[in-house]
């Protein structure tokens, strides 16, 4: 018996999965660059004191 969910599936080619590959790559890079970028705005915006507070 034959799954009919088996006959709906994409078969992606080598092209397809390499492309998607570097896509998913850039999308993380540039969400790891956006973190890096907001977490420098925000000791940026704080100041040399935030080191020197009390605690």
Known sequence: ????????????????????RNRNIAIGLALAA?????????IIKLGPGILERPM
Do not use: E, G
């Open 34 to 42: 956006m973190v890096v970028i907001f977490y420098l705005i925000t």
């Open 1 to 20: 018996m034959v799954n009919a969910m088996d006959d709906d599936r994409v078969n992606l080619t080598d092209a397809q999965k390499k492309a998607r």
